[in-house]
């Protein structure tokens, strides 16, 4: 490669009448400094498959701590009697302080039980695909739904802590920590909000505003003020659950706030992990 370019550079030379010996030393260059950029590609390359792989053992590593710190959690929280007195008289408070919000906490476990979750999921992996018309951004919203779901239901196989000791609570058949209904708020409320978030792409990408500055309008104002508003809905959401079931007697105070710090962590660390940009 580097003799034909040689050769080329004499031609012109010759045309030009300048002096052969100066132009090439001048310019002369050979196979070694051809094949720079194609190094220098590779070692880009390297360095970014490296940090990728840096990234998703972080995010995995941070999954497992939170995963075995909640399952160390319920095994000290089962053993414990002093615990155990203490959430039972918030239970009992909770439940006569707000004796009138029992049927509506009957309906919230309703809506989030798994005959009314699984459908509402299925319709926002559907809009989600709708939107991206990507498999990949669909499998990585199911991925979402699914994984957390199943860690907690792992953890409650594992920890085995029974139900408080209410006459709802002895009905139950599943373990109590963590919350599962407060899990699969989580879980919906997330994929709504990822949904919502593909949707403002999508807007954005038709208006061509995808590229724009920050401070430039990004979207139209009436989308803008619709999406925080539902965003704001969407977050309070998993809290007024998980007091719910606090209130109809199913779960202690510790199952809930367990489960509204556990499930968000995995779910955003299966977000990361499923990107397809990745």
């Excluded at 309070?236 to 659950?241: A, E, G, L, T």
Aim: proline share 6%; aromatic share 4%; net charge positive.
């Amino acid at each position: 490669m580097a003799q034909t370019w040689r050769q080329e550079v004499q031609e012109s030379q010759d045309i030009q009448g300048l002096p052969s010996d100066v132009a090439i030393s001048d310019v002369a260059i050979d196979d070694a400094t051809i094949s720079v950029a194609p190094g220098q590609t590779a070692v880009q390359s390297a360095t970014h498959a490296i940090s990728r792989h840096r990234t998703s053992i972080g995010i995995v590593s941070l999954a497992l701590a939170v995963v075995a710190l909640a399952i160390v959690e319920g095994l000290i929280l089962r053993s414990n009697t002093a615990d155990h007195v203490a959430e039972m008289r918030l239970i009992l408070a909770a439940g006569a302080r707000w004796a009138a919000f029992v049927p509506a906490a009957h309906t919230i476990a309703v809506c989030f039980s798994a005959v009314v979750a699984v459908p509402v999921i299925v319709v926002l992996l559907g809009v989600i695909w709708a939107v991206t018309r990507s498999a990949g951004q669909m499998l990585r919203g199911l991925a979402m739904a699914a994984l957390p779901m199943a860690v907690v239901g792992l953890i409650k196989t594992i920890v085995d802590r029974p139900r408080p000791s209410t006459a709802r609570g002895a009905l139950m058949p599943d373990p109590s920590f963590p919350s599962g209904h407060t899990a699969c708020s989580v879980v919906v409320v997330s994929l709504a909000l990822f949904a919502l978030q593909v949707i403002d792409v999508r807007i954005k990408d038709s208006r061509g505003l995808a590229d724009t500055a920050p401070q430039s309008p990004r979207s139209p104002l009436v989308w803008r003020v619709l999406r925080t508003v539902l965003t704001v809905i969407l977050v309070v959401v998993p809290f007024v659950v998980a007091l719910s079931r606090v209130i109809y007697g199913v779960h202690y105070p510790t199952d809930v706030c367990t489960s509204l710090v556990l499930t968000p962590v995995l779910v955003w660390c299966v977000y990361r992990l499923c990107d397809p940009a990745r």
